[in-house]
């Protein structure tokens, strides 16, 4: 299938390469229209999305999620990035794999996209040392949970799971996802040579915070200032329910989901 440019699309993500193939063999066989992307996703026209999917759980196998194809500005380099991405096929020594299971668009951002991947073992032993290796990581030993930013990504690492915020899009989530692999698998085989670290560094500021918040200062949470709340919420003095601009406006929904993962992972939630 050849891109329009005048017509709408969207991508389906698969979790893994077999259930890629998997739905790729079912889209082939009900003659459906889609552009492969790689194993792990295809573009669809838009108004053939649901039936794509209906087609493909249908033939039993699974999806991730499907979001809005928005990158009309940058099509040929994405499909040029898509085709150089190379699946990571080594098993690690600890983790072998991250089952992508969530994808959707972020709220607040509608070209980043927010996702979860679920890890084939419980990595929680390995957070200390992780906490040890990553300069600036937030970790919570209470809650198991350690957070760090790459670039505008916020990457969240729990003991089973990880979740990434504004990735720029499906390649980039695929890389990430790499990393943090390679990143658990690397500190376990070195471990013997790290000292764990326990500590409990609170590394998000409370400017970090008041970039998040709405910032109109409306003082329905009863302080004077948004930078007041951010000040407060860091304490777990405050709480984001208290906020309405940021519980009830959607333009806000994307930052209060970053910002309550942020406040799970520093245990202020
Ligand atoms: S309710 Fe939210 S937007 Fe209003 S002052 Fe408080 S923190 Fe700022």
Not at 121 to 128: F, G, H, K, Q
Not at 147 to 156: A, D, H, Q
Not at 170 to 193: C, F, P, Q
Request: with cysteine; hydrophobic share 40%; aromatic share 10%.
């Amino acid at each position: 299938m050849e891109i329009d440019k005048s017509k709408k699309y969207e991508i389906i993500v698969f979790p893994n390469q077999n259930e890629g193939l998997k739905a790729q063999r079912v889209l082939i066989s009900k003659g459906q229209d889609f552009k492969h992307i790689a194993t792990l996703a295809v573009v669809v026209p838009e108004e053939r999305s649901q039936e794509a999917c209906l087609a493909i759980i249908k033939g039993n196998a699974l999806i991730s999620g499907h979001y809005p194809f928005l990158y009309r500005d940058y099509e040929e380099d994405f499909f040029k990035r898509a085709k150089e991405y190379k699946v990571s096929e080594s098993d690690g020594d600890f983790l072998k794999s991250i089952t992508l299971c969530y994808v959707a668009p972020c709220m607040a951002d509608e070209k980043r996209i927010r996702l979860i991947g679920y890890f084939d073992r419980d990595i929680a032993e390995t957070l200390p040392y992780i906490n040890a290796v990553i300069k600036g990581a937030s970790y919570n030993r209470g809650a198991s949970t350690l957070t760090y930013g790459k670039e505008r990504r916020l990457i969240n690492l729990y003991n089973i799971k990880v979740t990434i915020a504004k990735a720029d899009d499906i390649i980039d989530a695929w890389a990430v996802l790499d990393e943090v692999k390679k990143l658990v698998n690397n500190t376990y085989i070195h471990r013997d040579t790290i000292k764990p670290s326990y500590e409990e560094k609170v590394k998000v500021t409370a400017l970090q915070i008041y970039g998040w918040l709405p910032k109109t200062n409306c003082r329905a949470c009863g302080e004077a200032t948004c930078l007041a709340f951010a000040c407060k919420f860091l304490l777990g003095e405050q709480k984001l329910s208290k906020c309405a601009p940021l519980s009830k406006e959607s333009k806000f929904a994307e930052n209060k989901v970053i910002m309550q993962e942020m406040a799970e992972a520093l245990g202020i939630a």
